[in-house]
């Protein structure tokens, strides 16, 4: 792993990061509620799993909720976001309401795609969440048209991609990419880089050691950020974003960081070790973000534990709500294939 | 197409079978003749041999099961062919469509065996339709399509012609059911009779040389260790003969209609009519103008025996340009027969009987033997009939000239 | 009203309608390889950039996957992109965009956006460009639910589809035949729509009905203009559009002619015509049907080079004749 930006610099409230002051002690701590959130609602979704009260499958991002909030806190409501099938954390971040997305996990119709979507495609669209996608890389070009059509509207919102160090080996992100330098589009590409793509290691599948590395090809800022410290990758992508507003153009973000858990829930951990594991969740992103709150004088040990508390609840709330939502019609299969009132 | 295999019938009053063991499995490579499966009836059980070489697929009749005659139990395929085509969903008389005819093993005869006994019938839904609305019985009704296949013009046809005349009241008289071999020839000759048009023409042919000379030939017979002659030359084997030879010489009449096209064929091929309990079969002796008249004697010897075991192959009764129908033995004088698409001829054969003809103003005994040919005049107009049949007549008058 | 008769080529009956469209809406804006100066590899762009800039009217590098993908994500996000593959053939790099994200983004979502996106598709063998040139892809694109599917076969249905396919909320391939580019026919002025789901009855008959799409529409019009002075008179449908299927125009058709034959350029096997041929098997028009139905499509094979073997490998007006003229002859 290459060595993190941030990793080494002081705590010390006389030598804070910029971050803290970027954003303000409300911002802060709603993104520590919206990480508190991920963490629960990946919990509480595993759990509902488990006891067999959901099918299908998911994709849990544990370990990765400092980079789907440091990397959403600096967006507006009305830029884009496109996500990926480990999208719960993207989706929260850009400020979905977890009850909805329950119930879009149970398969029901108060769910954010009626139960048509599933774990894989949960997507608040009103909040601007272009979809979760499930094909690697898949939704990186439309996130380079989404930038296009702001531009073409004049706008200055963005678009922020999210997706894996898996997806920079697809040829979608490399035609993308391009696309998006040459024609200077405002986007900004986030790469989760959590060093397997499903089981084959970045070492065994890249050619070079960074994603970041990859952004030269394109003529565009490649950035490394520490995808388990929030400001780092918060500092990183508000940067990224500035830029695009601006006209300049997209940068790519790398987030160094980790899944603790298994790729999807079949996955039984072959290709790497549980000391591996187990170093990873000694760097929770989390609690590290708890403790720097702390540090910097933004939040209290009671405020925290009332955050986490709250998140809690919020999660049981939310999974009653879901599991006692409407079933679809079967007579409504086909709902949603086409627009209403054009010939189908 | 993949070659059907039916259950055939194998016994008289035979309307159902069963068949108590299968010899092959689905996938098996089966070359022609080798044994199928064996048919158990009340009497005896019949082993049944494949008819053609392939690959077995779609066995659809299960061992025990009592089975329609005429059903398709399996299928052959051959090489390239797909497999994938699941069974005929419906036994179809197998009857070859009439349409283009490449090689004369591939021309379709008029009279067929075991068919389908199921009651169902190649219609199309309309002519299913219509049929029902107009209280017609899809059996009553030809069908002139491929396989027999009735189409709606077949259904307006039937209905336009006057209602069968009302017999005697119910119960003065015995219903039989139709067989398939009966629905084929009432189909098949109904299709002739309404769509070729037929003409005929006569000639009397003296049998006197012919005669002396088949007496002659039959006392020359080789013999086998009991001392019984190899073969006994019938009239009926020079008739074929001289059929054959008349064809070489008039190649012209040595067709069959194809609708676009009339095929002409190198090999003169020569259906004989053997009648057998319920119908008829028409089995072919090939390139009969090449053959001896002993060979020829034995092959129909064969052939029949066969025909009426209902033991023919399909290879067995197809193709033929022309046929030949023989009533002499029952002492007819003459008499015209009915072509078998596409054939363009058929010869009607009587009985040789003792004339007094006029010889150089002399009234003299001769045996002589009408013979009737119905030529479609669509593939064979007047005069290249009349030229035919000359040939015929002098090939029987003078059999020294079949030598030539 | 009574305008004088204009005609135009396919090809500028395209342009017509991209003008008309990027006129009426500023959201409008085009997109492809070679679509700018050069105009279009077969001159259907022509001088758009000028009249539009580069900015509505953008070659894009060679990526088509990217491409497409950049045209779904600009159609989420409020515009109305219409992208032009150089070749249908070169859809295939972009199925993944196509397929799954296109077509299915509005359903995985709940219905909650639509993806109102226009894709040209120049398709047909005929031109000599072999394989990868010359394919009949629409079978393929109309198989995928979310996706409508349109083959205009003249001038004036090239325009009037194009711009339906314009308005329309949801996804929208647009095949066009290579072939009939240089084609001429009537079009009108005005920014008529020809409605997408709807099939045209192009000639009125008794005998048999063939259901053609695109260039098969002309050879099957050719094939019952022979048949007529046979009396054999055949009814023929342009299928217009394969995805939504307008079902009632061919059942009606085959209940009154009892016949079908369909006549297409994609492969036959598992192809357009078995879609049809199911669909009056299914239909009350089964009971009407007598005679077998008839199927003729591209050969079981790529489109080959040699322009005898390229011509073998679709229907020909003389096979469609001498097929049709079986049919109703009662033949097959």
Same mark, same amino acid.
């Given at each position: ?35 508190? $959130?991920?963490? &629960?609602?990946?919990?509480?979704? !595993? ?12 994709? %849990? ?13 600096? $967006? ?23 009850? $909805? ?26 909040? /601007? ?18 930038? %296009? ?20 080996? !697809? ?42 590395? &990859? ?46 858990? /298994? ?18 969740? $000694? &760097?929770?992103?989390? /609690?590290?973000? !708890? ?43 086909? &709902? ?9 | ?325 023989? +009533? ?24 040789? +009987? ?51 | ?9 396919? =090809? ?49 590098? #060679? ?41 299915? *983004?509005?359903? *995985? ?9 226009? *894709? ?62 240089? *084609? ?15 099939? =045209? ?8 009905? #063939? ?8 050879? =099957? ?58 669909? #009056? ?50 033949? #097959?």
């Amino acid at each position: 792993m290459a060595k993190p930006v941030a990793a080494a610099k002081s705590e010390a409230a006389s030598n804070q990061r910029p971050f803290y002051k970027q954003f303000t002690p409300e911002q802060l701590k709603e993104a520590l509620r919206r990480m508190c $959130l991920i963490r &629960r609602f990946e919990e509480g979704a !595993e759990e509902a799993y488990m006891r067999g009260l959901i099918h299908g499958t998911m994709h %849990l991002s544990i370990g990765q909720e400092a980079s789907a909030v440091g990397a959403t806190m600096a $967006l507006r409501k009305t830029d884009y976001i496109t996500s990926t099938h480990r999208g719960h954390g993207h989706c929260i971040g850009k400020g979905a309401d977890p009850k $909805l997305m329950f119930a879009e996990f149970f398969g029901k119709e108060e769910g954010y795609c009626r139960g048509r979507g599933g774990s894989m495609h949960i997507a608040d669209v009103e909040s /601007g969440n272009l979809g979760a996608n499930g094909i690697v890389a898949g939704g990186i070009p439309i996130a380079v048209g989404a930038a %296009l059509a702001i531009k073409q509207q004049k706008r200055d919102d963005v678009a922020l991609c999210f997706f894996g160090d898996g997806a920079t080996n !697809e040829g979608a992100f490399h035609e993308a990419l391009n696309m998006a330098s040459i024609w200077k589009l405002p986007v900004v590409f986030v790469c989760e880089n959590n060093k397997y793509g499903m089981s084959v290691s970045t070492e065994r599948s890249m050619a070079v050691a960074n994603v970041a590395d &990859r952004a030269s090809a394109y003529n565009m800022p490649g950035v490394i950020a520490d995808g388990n410290r929030i400001e780092d990758v918060a500092e990183a992508v508000t940067t990224a974003i500035a830029r695009a507003r601006e006209g300049q153009g997209p940068t790519l973000v790398e987030c160094k960081t980790y899944r603790t858990r /298994g790729h999807s829930r079949s996955d039984r951990n072959r290709y790497r070790t549980k000391e591996e594991i187990e170093e990873w969740k $000694l &760097r929770d992103p989390i /609690g590290h973000f !708890e403790t720097e709150l702390v540090a910097n004088g933004i939040a209290t040990a009671d405020e925290i534990a009332a955050i986490s508390a709250a998140a809690d609840a919020e999660i049981a709330a939310g999974i009653d709500f879901a599991r006692n939502g409407t079933d679809p019609s079967p007579n409504d299969v086909t &709902r949603g294939v086409y627009t209403p009132g054009n010939p189908s | 197409m993949p070659i059907e295999v039916i259950l055939p019938k194998v016994d008289m009053d035979m309307a159902t079978g069963k068949i108590a063991k299968w010899h092959v499995k689905d996938g098996d490579a089966v070359r022609k003749g080798a044994l199928l499966f064996e048919i158990e009836t009340d009497k005896a059980a019949m082993e049944i041999d494949a008819p053609g070489d392939g690959i077995i697929r779609n066995i659809t009749a299960a061992e025990g099961a009592i089975i329609p005659v005429g059903q398709t139990v399996a299928l052959i395929y051959q090489d390239g062919e797909s497999a994938a085509a699941p069974a005929a969903p419906e036994p179809l008389p197998p009857v070859k469509p009439i349409t283009p005819a490449p090689r004369p093993d591939a021309v379709p005869t008029a009279v067929l065996p075991a068919a389908s006994a199921s009651g169902r019938f190649p219609a199309t839904p309309l002519a299913r339709r219509l049929a029902k609305q107009g209280g017609l019985a899809l059996e009553s009704i030809a069908g002139s399509g491929p396989r027999g296949r009735i189409s709606a013009a077949d259904v307006h046809g039937a209905l336009a012609r006057p209602a069968a005349p009302q017999h005697a009241e119910p119960g003065s008289y015995q219903v039989t059911p139709l067989d398939g071999m009966r629905r084929t020839i009432a189909q098949r000759l109904t299709l002739s009779k309404q769509t070729v048009p037929h003409f005929y023409l006569t000639v009397n042919c003296d049998l006197t040389r012919l005669s002396e000379i088949r007496e002659r030939l039959n006392a020359h017979a080789p013999r086998d260790e009991r001392k019984l002659p190899v073969w006994k030359l019938s009239i009926n084997d020079f008739i074929i003969k001289a059929m054959a030879s008349a064809l070489r010489q008039v190649p012209d009449a040595n067709v069959t209609w194809a609708d676009e096209a009339i095929h002409k064929y190198h090999s003169c091929d020569v259906g004989v009519a053997v009648a057998v309990e319920g119908g008829l079969f028409t089995p072919v002796v090939r390139a009969a103008e090449s053959k001896s008249l002993p060979q020829i004697s034995m092959e129909m010897k064969d052939l029949a025996a066969r025909a009426r075991a209902r033991k023919l192959l399909p290879s067995e009764y197809q193709g033929g340009t022309t046929t030949i129908s023989n +009533l002499g033995m029952f002492g007819i004088e003459q008499f015209t027969a009915i072509i078998n698409p596409p054939q363009a001829t058929i010869l009607a054969v009587g009985a040789g +009987l003792e004339r007094f003809v006029p010889v150089k103003g002399q009234s003299v005994l001769r045996t002589q033997m009408t013979c009737a040919l119905s030529c479609d005049h669509r593939a064979v107009d007047g005069a290249l009939g009349a030229q035919l049949l000359a040939a015929f007549k002098t090939f029987i008058e003078e059999p020294a000239l079949m030598l030539a | 009203m009574n305008a004088p008769l204009r005609e135009l080529t396919y =090809a500028q009956a395209i342009q017509e309608a991209l003008a008309t469209a990027m006129e009426a809406d500023k959201r409008v804006f085009i997109m492809g390889e070679d679509i700018g100066v050069y105009g279009g590899a077969f001159q259907v762009t022509g001088d758009l950039v000028h009249r539009f800039g580069e900015d509505r009217v953008m070659d894009t590098p #060679i990526s088509e996957l990217g491409a497409a993908g950049i045209a779904v994500g600009a159609a989420l996000a409020g515009s109305r992109p219409i992208l032009e593959f150089q070749f249908s053939d070169f859809a295939t790099l972009a199925m993944e965009q196509i397929v799954n994200q296109a077509a299915k *983004m509005r359903f *995985m979502l709940g219905g909650k956006v639509s993806v109102p996106l226009v *894709m040209r598709l120049p398709s047909g063998s005929g031109t000599g460009a072999a394989a990868q040139h010359s394919q009949s892809l629409e079978a393929w694109l109309a198989h995928v639910p979310g996706l409508k599917v349109v083959q205009p076969s003249t001038p004036h249905d090239a325009k009037g589809l194009l711009l339906a396919a314009i308005d329309d909320p949801d996804p929208v391939m647009v095949f066009e035949h290579k072939l009939l580019y240089k *084609m001429k026919g009537e079009v009108p002025e005005d920014a008529y729509r020809v409605p997408i789901g709807k099939a =045209a009855v192009r000639r009125e008959g008794r005998h048999a009905t #063939i259901v053609a799409t695109s260039i098969m529409v002309h050879r =099957a019009l050719e094939a019952a203009e022979v048949l007529a002075g046979e009396g054999i008179e055949v009814e023929v449908i342009d299928l217009r559009t394969l995805r939504p299927l307008d079902t009632a125009t061919i059942i009606e058709s085959v209940k009154k002619t009892t016949r079908l034959a369909c006549v297409y350029e994609g492969v036959k096997t598992l192809g357009i015509g078995a879609e049809i041929s199911a669909l #009056i098997a299914e239909s009350e028009a089964f009971d009407y049907l007598d005679a077998p139905i008839l199927r003729l499509g591209g050969v079981d094979s790529p489109i080959p080079y040699n322009p005898v073997l390229e011509k073998a490998a679709v229907p020909q007006t003389p096979g469609i004749i001498e097929q049709v003229r079986n049919l109703v002859k009662g033949r #097959i």
